[in-house]
């Protein structure tokens, strides 16, 4: 499985970035699929999911300002992430929700600051 999220770059507070995640050697349509993120000197956590019934769910520090979706065509799913806080810089990863592949991929940087 080969796990390719880009669209990070530094923001400013209140901005916006679409992140994107690019999927291969699965059967994208049929898997579940979570956005996860992991801030300098702390652990990765759960940003945001989609399920293979576009069912989605986010974690309570997102809630309402992200966005997730997926676009089976492309095997491609996405994170749109308005009103960026400080608390948002991290390194973003995708990877199967709840039970995540082994690789993780590079992951993309977001980096909220003024």
């Known amino acids: 499985v080969q796990l390719q999220a880009y669209g990070g770059g530094l923001v400013q507070p209140g901005g916006s970035l679409r992140l994107s995640c690019r999927v291969s050697?699965?059967?994208?349509?049929?898997?579940?699929m979570g956005w996860y993120r992991q801030a300098p000197g702390k652990q990765r956590e759960f940003v945001a999911r989609t399920t293979q019934t576009n069912s989605v769910g986010y974690a309570d520090s997102v809630k309402g300002r992200f966005t997730v979706s997926r676009d089976n065509a492309k095997n491609t799913m996405y994170l749109q992430m308005n009103s960026l806080q400080l608390e948002d810089t991290a390194l973003y990863y995708c990877?199967?929700?709840?039970?995540?592949?082994?690789?993780w991929g590079q992951g993309t940087l977001v980096t909220v600051s003024s």
């Open positions: 990877n199967r929700w709840p039970s995540a592949f082994r690789q």
């Open positions: 050697g699965t059967i994208f349509s049929a898997t579940d």
